[in-house]
């Protein structure tokens, strides 16, 4: 018989933005799964009876076979993400992993949902995600640079606000200063920017500034780059977008 | 001396996709604000020490506003939505509140983040939102429809995976029909489309359709509309949007 598949999100940071589903769920699995840092995250809801499967960061193809396979062979398993685990995290590849498994070996697979690092960062700036917006990656791992840029400038053209998840990492250490080049293409200089750095850590970082002003140095692995749009402005240390839109603002 | 404002996502439906920061948050406050159901779906946080102020639907404004003047005058405040406050949420019209207040009296204020309605209906979807989406409300009360249209566009055009909230209402009938004709512009008709109605609720109905498909009449107030963009497939009863985007897939 088949096991269950439960891809959990975790929210950002340690356990106060982690819902009581995500946690239940973890409590409850026989083997729990995830790069190694994020079952160290949750470290307070697993016990001796649990088996951890600790991997390394990346190789997230081979995780969600292994959790996939694991649970094909019976066992109750949780595969943990940090944020929301559909929105660039391990759902996708999980399901479609258990999706190429024949009928009668596919696991039963249940997705829970998590903060995501867009909503959260949102939150420790005020609120600029209040009225439409749009998430992209600035990851070009897995697409082509020219295609991320197009989404970039459909967005921009848009008037959308606009989160930016994977905005630099060690290895790409030219894509911001690329995608704020386009965007004042379609934005005023002073457009406000929100920077959010390791939200819900010890080290959370909330930083303000404008399209002009933005220094990528500033910008790593665990920021989230919000970029203002219409109707988004700055009231003291918040970023605050209108609930209303256009001729009726 | 002021108080402090704490604006609280309860994410959806009941108790299991709450945060423990949300949960934290009502229990502290001395008064609790909010429409009348959602104090109701956290009326298991609240107690006789606490001072409830349930409102009618609507009026968002004179709640935010009451709620500030509330903890302007020294109370600890908690102000309650659904989903997540920020998004489509109160926490827009508390700050602009706050903010419009002499600095001496103006309160403290804070945004606890909460599962938005579009990250509830993916994770129950599958993973629609896996790579690059929009959110965007259907809804003109704030807002001349041409302007909504024109996002809409922008997105269609981008091939980015769209959610849809707010997508129809007992005065707002014509509106999902309209945005379906403006996408079938841009996407095929057999673009897949997930309709999740009362995420988290008893009530919770998932249901799968094509942009051909999508019949209105069955979305509601309550009801999130996922649009599928470039790498969104359907696998089996999935909806499930590729991490990898264009050449390289």
Redesign the interface.
Known sequence: MTGTLTVV?L?PGG???????AE?AIRRAQVVLGYRAYLSACADLTGPDQRLLPSDIGAEQQRAEDAVRTAADGADVALVSSG??????M???A??AA?ALPAAQRPL?R??????AA??A???L????????????LSDV???W???E??LR??A????VLALYNPRSRDRSWQLSRARDVLVEYRTGDTPVGLVTNAGRHSERVELATLATLDPARVGMHTVVIIGGGGTSR??D?L??????????
């Open positions: 999100g929210g356990s106060a933005h982690r819902t009581r589903a239940d929301d685990a559909g929105i660039y995290g759902a996708s590849l399901l479609t999706a697979v997705v829970i949902p998590g903060i995501t909503v959260a949102a939150a420790l005020g609120a600029p995600l209040a009225r439409d917006f749009a998430c992209l990656t897995l697409a082509p020219e295609a991320v197009v989404r459909a967005v053209a848009a008037d959308l009231l003291g918040w605050v977008t209108a609930r209303s839109l256009g001729a009726q603002a």
